[in-house]
């Protein structure tokens, strides 16, 4: 069964520090995989995906992250952090066609501290 | 552009009541549509989704159920409404084609009570 983890329940990091959020997901068939980034009250908004091509993936925000296919990860990465990007974030999957099915992971809380 | 859009924002209603939440999508035909469901400090979870008019797929057996009357309209509904329904429903769209993204709705807290 395909599954999505993201390590870090929670990252607090001080502001215009760097930070990385983890994705790792298990499939026995390629996929396409997001970041979608989620503000309290608010609907999930894409950040990023990787379809193909480079496996570095730029976004919006400031936002990149890298697909590594042998260690089946997608972790998140920004350099400097705002206040502002205190959200949840979600890693997602999609396997190649195989219907709408999009499996998320259980996201990750991104505390920017002053 | 693409717009989706999702309709009541908050909603507290008594167990046993009944339910209707509606999403539409408008500058884009014959999407893929989809409820999920977020519990508080948990992942989302996806209820239903449709590729059609009339064509209702359900990932979770529950009292809720989803109708897509038009191209662009998803309804979301309950005959009897219970209190471990209380969440946040998020509706999204999709395109056909398989490597689309999801783009969601802005949610509707509903509170059972």
């Known amino acids: 069964a395909q599954s999505v983890t993201q390590l870090d329940s929670q990252v607090p990091v001080f502001e215009e520090a760097p930070v990385e959020l983890r994705c790792n997901y298990s499939s026995s068939v390629s996929v396409y995989l997001f970041w979608y980034v989620q503000y309290p009250n608010q609907g999930l908004q894409l950040l990023l995906k990787y379809l193909s091509g480079s496996t570095l993936v730029k976004g919006i925000n400031g936002f990149e992250a890298e697909f590594n296919k042998s260690q089946t990860s997608f972790h998140l990465r920004k350099p400097s952090v705002h206040i502002s990007d205190t959200a949840e974030y979600f890693c997602?999957?999609?396997?190649?066609?195989?219907?709408?099915?999009?499996?998320f992971g259980p996201g990750t809380r991104l505390s920017v501290l002053p | 552009s693409q717009t989706i859009h999702q309709w009541p924002a908050t909603l507290v209603q008594p167990v046993g009541s009944p339910l209707s939440l509606e999403c539409t999508v408008e500058g884009t035909s014959n999407p893929n549509l989809y409820w999920y469901r977020q519990a508080a400090g948990r992942g989302l979870q996806l209820l239903f989704y449709?590729?059609?008019?009339?064509?209702i797929s359900s990932e979770v057996p529950q009292n809720l159920s989803a109708s897509r009357p038009q191209d662009r309209q998803f309804i979301l509904s309950s005959k009897k409404l219970l209190l471990s329904d209380s969440g946040f429903y998020l509706c999204a769209w999709s395109r056909v084609s398989q490597d689309s993204p999801l783009h969601f709705g802005n949610g509707t807290r509903l509170t059972v009570t």
């Open positions: 449709s590729v059609g008019i009339g064509q």
């Open positions: 997602a999957v999609k396997k190649y066609n195989y219907g709408q099915n999009f499996v």
